[in-house]
């Protein structure tokens, strides 16, 4: 038989803080950041994000949004045979996210480990999880988008701070007889590491240079249009499957005008572009599988729609993955 790797189940989760962008330009306010509800939806779509609780971490979400992955594939955690985690914002230096969701889903022995691909993460974990399952090296694999982005932010940067926010989402990818992920594209370019960076280093006992995130929005955004659009015409291409084939368009979720400008390339209509961005800002390796995830427990996917999933970010990477539900 040959083997294919197949979505059987999705979830995600987020923390319960909610900020609206007024709540937020409230807080910066008394800090003396300045910002308006009117400016972040305008230029990004953005209309709330969730943080996590201090003592929350990466772990901690993804281990709710697998819960839920695992339950709606209908298996056991003890089925798993492969955990994947995709995140820049681990619970510490190592080990992984992975091992230590391993550890809190109460099951050992199956490889775990984490990728860094900051907002590309997701596409990149999910590729890879399928060239596992096609080589026969797992048959039940969890792969998971988990993030506390707000740890990194600098709330004195308004150009920064009101776009971020926490969150994961997961899947369960099962081998089948029938084919699920159809084509993937991954890439990167670290000519581009400066535009979207957290620049500091655990050295000696202390994080050397800084540790809050730093970008050149404009830079990104410039790059993210073009790649975006060639990733998905590629992985169209090598799935030999055409623009008007695509059911759902499913991109990272940080910029509603980058997502629009995507879906336009491609000549798609809005209303198969999945929109979360609105509710949770950019959580970057969560944000696909968020979508995603609100996407099928709200009845939009069905089972045999053809979903493309993008994402772009630091690195700078890129990358989609084109799959039938
Ligand atoms: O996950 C990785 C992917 N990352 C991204 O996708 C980010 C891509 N980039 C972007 O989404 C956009 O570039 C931003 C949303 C970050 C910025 O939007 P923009 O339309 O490029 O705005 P801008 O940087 O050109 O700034 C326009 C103005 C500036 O004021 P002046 O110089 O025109 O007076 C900024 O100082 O908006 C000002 N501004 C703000 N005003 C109120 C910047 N941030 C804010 C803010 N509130 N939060």
Same mark, same amino acid.
């Given at each position: ?20 962008? $007024? ?5 910066? =306010? ?20 969730? %943080? ?13 949004? $697998? ?9 056991? /955690?003890?089925?798993?045979?492969? #955990? #994947? ?48 399952? *096609? ?5 039940? $694999? ?21 776009? %971020? ?17 159809? $084509? ?36 990104? %955004? *410039? ?8 990733? =998905? ?12 084939? #695509? ?24 209303? *198969? ?32 729609? #053809? ?13 989609? /993955?084109?799959?039938?539900?």
């Amino acid at each position: 038989m040959t083997r294919y790797s197949r979505i059987t189940g999705t979830g995600s989760y987020l923390p319960p803080r909610r900020l609206t962008n $007024a709540a937020l330009a409230a807080e910066l =306010a008394g800090k003396g950041v300045e910002t308006s509800d009117e400016w972040i939806v305008e230029r990004t779509g953005i209309k709330a994000r969730h %943080f996590a609780a201090p003592e929350v971490a990466s772990s901690d979400l993804g281990l709710e949004a $697998a819960r839920r992955a695992i339950e709606a594939a209908g298996l056991q /955690v003890t089925d798993i045979d492969l #955990i #994947i985690v995709a995140t820049s914002t681990p619970d510490m230096v190592f080990p992984s996210v992975a091992c230590i969701l391993q550890h809190k889903l109460g099951i050992a022995g199956c490889p775990a480990f984490d990728i860094q691909a900051v907002c590309s993460g997701f596409v990149y974990a999910l590729t890879v999880a399928d060239a596992m399952i *096609k080589s026969g090296a797992a048959n039940k $694999a969890l792969v998971v988008g988990a993030e506390v982005f707000s740890r990194l932010l600098d709330f004195s940067d308004r150009t920064t701070c009101v776009l %971020f926010g926490d969150g994961a989402g997961a899947v369960v990818l099962e081998v089948s007889e029938t084919a699920g992920l159809l $084509a993937s594209d991954l890439h990167a370019d670290g000519k581009h590491t400066g535009i979207l960076c957290v620049p500091g280093n655990v050295s000696g006992g202390q994080v050397l240079g800084s540790a809050l995130l730093e970008m050149d929005g404009q830079a990104v %955004f *410039k790059l993210a249009v073009g790649v975006l659009e060639s990733a =998905a015409r590629t992985t169209l291409a090598k799935a030999g499957l055409h623009e008007s084939d #695509i059911d759902w368009l499913i991109p990272h979720q940080a910029n509603l005008r980058i997502m629009h400008s995507t879906a336009k390339k491609l000549k798609l209509p809005l209303e *198969k572009l999945i929109v979360t961005v609105d509710q949770h800002g950019n959580t970057s390796a969560a944000s696909i599988p968020l979508a995603l995830d609100t996407a099928v427990r709200s009845g939009k996917i069905e089972r045999g729609d #053809i979903l493309m999933l993008e994402g772009v970010g630091g690195g700078f990477t890129w990358g989609a /993955v084109l799959l039938k539900y």
